[in-house]
């Protein structure tokens, strides 16, 4: 069994910078593959960023290309999503994910995941 327990979220302006964290415990052999997705009332979840094996692979979506980074500190067990440039549409739950699967599957693929965080609100206001 794999536990992930999201940190970091908050209430910041339009333009501002927040980092979650994510703390991984359990079997943490067992996943190579981390996400970050976010959700918002009547909407599907929503994949953001994601990292395979430590760093081999990124993959971000297009709305934050460029203001997101996903990093990995593999001896902590800990995944990172620093959030720069925030915009009024970023405020969701966010939440992050683990799941065992090829490199080729470590994105925004729901199904990819097995494991996933209660979430962490984040609101950015205009």
């Known amino acids: 069994q794999v536990q992930l327990v999201e940190s970091g979220g908050g209430s910041v302006q339009a333009g501002g910078s927040l980092r979650l964290s994510c703390a991984v415990s359990?079997?943490?052999?067992?996943?190579?593959?981390m996400g970050w997705f976010r959700q918002t009332p009547g909407k599907e979840r929503e994949g953001v960023a994601a990292?395979?094996?430590?760093?081999?692979?990124?993959y971000y979506a297009d709305s934050v290309k460029g203001r997101f980074t996903i990093s990995q500190d593999v001896a902590k067990n800990t995944v990172y999503l620093q959030m720069n440039s925030l915009k009024p549409e970023d405020t969701a739950v966010y939440y992050c994910?683990?799941?065992?699967?090829?490199?080729?599957?470590?994105?925004?693929?729901?199904?990819?995941?097995?494991?996933w965080g209660q979430g962490t609100q984040v609101t950015v206001s205009s």
């Open positions: 994910a683990a799941g065992g699967v090829p490199e080729s599957l470590c994105g925004n693929l729901m199904r990819s995941y097995n494991y």
């Open positions: 359990g079997y943490t052999y067992s996943y190579n593959c």
């Open positions: 990292i395979y094996n430590g760093a081999v692979t990124t």
